[in-house]
Nanobody, 124 residues
Framework: VQLQASGGGLVQPGGSLTLSCATSDLPLRNQAVAWFRQAPGKEREGVLCFGSRDETIPFAYRVMKRFAVPRDTRNNTVYLRMTSLTPEDTAIYFC??????????????????WGRGTLVTVSS
């Protein structure tokens, strides 16, 4: 499964950015899709997951109420909508899909399909 993550860039503190994760290899309608990020010198951490039953599961407390994961079933795309960004949100962001039958998990090892990552830089 090829995942295409896009939408990263430079944004000022307090700004917003929306990332996209798309694939043409399988329908995302009933598929868990997670977002992870990796800051320089740090381990990859889970951000949010959009579950197969349309539930949103936050993996990081500090992104709650700031990040959301809307899904566009027409374009087979899952988004990561980020608001009130801070420099601490600077990282490479990845989308990932777990194996069939596996739902949202916070551990990166639970996922076997990854997008290439898109860089988000929050700086003035």
């Amino acid at each position: 499964v090829q995942l295409q993550a896009s939408g990263g860039g430079l944004v000022q503190p307090g700004g917003s950015l929306t990332l996209s994760c798309a694939t043409s290899d399988l329908p995302l309608r009933n598929q868990a899709v997670a977002w992870f990020r990796q800051a320089p010198g740090k381990e990859r951490e889970g951000v949010l997951c959009f579950g197969s039953r349309d539930e949103t599961i936050p993996f990081a407390y500090r992104v709650m109420k700031r990040f959301a994961v809307p899904r566009d079933t027409r374009n087979n795309t899952v988004y990561l909508r980020m608001t009130s960004l801070t420099p601490e949100d600077t990282a490479i962001y990845f989308c990932a899909i777990p194996p069939p039958g596996v739902g949202c998990r916070s551990a990166p090892s639970a996922y076997n399909h990854w997008g290439r990552g898109t860089l988000v830089t929050v700086s003035s």
